[in-house]
């Protein structure tokens, strides 16, 4: 299931939008410059420590920022994910962009067990963060929509980060085996009511200017 953003209502983003949707693909890199660095991050990871993790995210974005010709954006990498929770349902963040300050946050820690994620999850939100960097800065978009093109252009570039041909594990977008282990490790399940979903992303996103990566949960029945 791949959840898209509304077509915006807006005339003068409407051209925008229906050209995010449009472009399926991306240039990439020929050389393997972004795997070997996805392996660094996968080695940071595995040490645990923010400070390793965000040297090597820099790196990734550094080098993706010199290919499309795109000004650098920051990293920030934080500990467990950001958990909300109301009554019947939480979410967590997994990352988000500011277009404003070309500022990326991605976390590297699950909410619940605060254990640090797997290289997938991880990668595939980085990857995720930055193609909203791209919509403003390579693209010229006014905003950033989550529209099918935006989504293959997302898994584009992770399947370059990491020679991978199966399904990028997108939060938010395709099911991936990554949710999937996820939601089964916490006993939980997607809320995959499409209407109910949209009420709830609305209720998160209002008010927020940063493109934001989540999760949205319920709690079993």
Request: overall charge positive.
């Amino acid at each position: 299931m791949m959840i898209t953003d509304a077509p915006s209502r807006k005339a003068n983003h409407r051209a925008g939008f229906l050209e995010s949707d449009r472009i399926r693909t991306l240039d990439l890199p020929q050389d393997e410059c972004l795997l070997t660095i996805s392996q660094s991050i996968e080695s940071a990871l595995k040490t645990g420590t923010t400070a390793d993790v965000r040297r090597t995210c820099a790196e990734f974005l550094d080098a993706a920022s010199e290919f499309y010709k795109v000004p650098a954006c920051g990293i920030r990498v934080l500990a467990a994910r950001p958990l909300r929770v109301r009554e019947n349902w939480s979410s967590e963040l997994f990352g988000d962009y500011t277009p404003e300050a070309m500022l990326i946050r991605v976390w590297m820690k699950t909410a619940v067990r605060k254990e640090v994620t797997s290289l997938g999850t991880f990668l595939s939100t980085l990857c995720h963060e930055f193609c909203h960097h791209l919509d403003f800065q390579r693209f010229g978009f006014p905003d950033s929509w989550h529209t099918r093109g935006f989504y293959e252009r997302a898994a584009a570039l992770y399947h370059c980060a990491t020679r991978n041909t199966a399904k990028a594990p997108f939060l938010g977008g395709s099911k991936g085996r990554s949710l999937e282990d996820r939601l089964a490790e916490d006993k939980q399940k997607c809320v995959t009511d499409r209407k109910q979903l949209g009420s709830l992303l609305q209720h998160l996103l209002n008010g927020d200017s940063r493109k934001q990566t989540f999760l949205v949960i319920r709690e079993p029945d």
